[in-house]
């Protein structure tokens, strides 16, 4: 399997945070370990509009390899630093460049249903002087298309045309990763609507774009039986992947040397057994708080394995 790419690029500033120092418990892998956890949201664009969130689940303070890391470093500075975030300092705030990559969040919820969230996963900050703003948001990834859903205009919604890619990619440790991109432009959805894709007819491609943060604003009008009619004004804020373009040619799916069908099936049957888990210790903890003598399951209600030849995530 060729190294399959999965990038995200931010800059800006720092616009909020919820990061905190923590200790792992004596339970843990490695009891009494200091690290840092939460998010870092960056304004993307000078007037802070377009924020764009970066989880970090497990960050310490020094690698694996036993060096110092500086992200680590850099996260503690922005947990000690007051007033240094766009809400409360304006432009005045840290500005930061940070590559991060492209994952998600699996959990289970209080109706026993899968939640996969995607997100952008942990990478390598710097607090930085200055940043370019025209090329401060992008994300790149090698994409196996399996479905495409178009959805047409919709203008009491005030929104255009949409075509939503939907497939996967792979992290640095070759763990799948569900994800869903968006075309909007015309050019764009009839390219991938000419590749035909289906769960039987996957294409493997390199596609890129950036990552907006939209506020759509509709009025609805009630008439009435004299004087002026009602207006009422309703907004909706989405974020969305958004895809700008796409290498001109797709890879050789089943080549070994680049995706074969095979690794595409192990990387499914890894991450039903991950979400097993999950599941596992979602009903170890709902058992744990409702008191009760009734075992916790230790299988996912997971969807089952395509069928040869048909890949679904």
Known sequence: MKKITNKTHYEGYLFSHSLEAKVTGPDSKNPGTEYIRGRLNIATDAEGMNVVPINFSYVTART???????????????????????????????????????????????????????????????????VDFNNANSFEADM???????????????????????????????????????????????????????????????VWGEVVSTTIEAQTFEESAFGESSVKITTRSFREWLISGAATQSYEFGDEAVLTAEEVSAAVAARETYLAGQKAQHDAYIASRAATSTPASNMAAVAPSAAPGEFKF
């Open 64 to 130: 694996k390899a036993g060096k110092e890391n500086p992200t680590y470093k850099v996260l503690m500075t922005i947990i000690n630093s007051e007033n240094k975030t766009f809400e409360t300092a304006g432009t005045d705030a840290y500005m930061l460049k940070i590559d991060s990559a492209i994952g998600v969040n699996d959990f289970y919820n209080a109706e026993d249903e899968l939640v996969t969230v995607r997100q952008n996963d942990g990478g390598f900050v710097h607090i930085v002087n200055k």
């Open 144 to 206: 196996l298309i399996t479905n495409t859903i178009f959805k047409e205009a919709d203008e009491d919604r005030n929104e255009g045309d949409v075509l939503t890619l939907k497939g996967c990619t792979c992290n640095f440790m070759g763990s799948l990763i569900p994800v869903d991109f968006a075309v909007r432009t015309p050019e764009g959805i009839k390219y991938f609507e000419s590749l035909d894709i289906s769960t039987s007819n996957p294409v493997f491609i390199k």
